[in-house]
């Protein structure tokens, strides 16, 4: 049973950050690319940043670029996404989600398609007060 486990959220102010984590048991993690995804109330879930199976090349969000970072350590199946800069519109549950054909899509079209996402967690809530 494959089992995908975010940790890490919580309350801070802006401007402070978070790092969150994600482990992964069940499956060869090695062969997935990973991804974080958000969905604030109200709005579509948007996929935030992605890292290739490797780890070696990682997708990123506009929205996000120069204050989040992915990575993840196959040694020990987890992924991490360091926040920083955190800015109230980055209020959302967040994600963790592994997909084997998912960096083809992102290489081929340029961002992440949640449809190429096997297995997703429950979700971590970050909340960034004003």
């Known amino acids: 049973e494959v089992q995908v486990v975010e940790s890490g959220g919580g309350l801070v102010q802006a401007g402070g950050s978070l790092t969150l984590s994600c482990t992964v048991s069940?499956?060869?993690?090695?062969?997935?690319?990973m991804g974080w995804f958000r969905q604030a109330p109200g709005k579509e879930r948007e996929g935030v940043s992605c890292i290739s199976a490797s780890g070696g090349t990682s997708y990123y969000a506009d929205s996000v670029k120069g204050r989040f970072t992915i990575s993840r350590d196959n040694a020990k199946n987890e992924l991490y996404l360091q926040m920083n800069s955190l800015k109230p519109e980055d209020t959302a549950m967040y994600y963790c989600?592994?997909?084997?054909?998912?960096?083809?899509?992102?290489?081929?079209?340029?961002?992440?398609?949640?449809?190429?996402?096997?297995?997703w967690g429950q979700g971590t809530q970050v909340t960034v007060s004003s």
């Open positions: 069940g499956l060869y993690f090695d062969d997935y690319a």
């Open positions: 989600a592994a997909g084997e054909r998912a960096w083809h899509t992102i290489v081929r079209i340029g961002v992440p398609l949640e449809t190429d996402f096997d297995y």
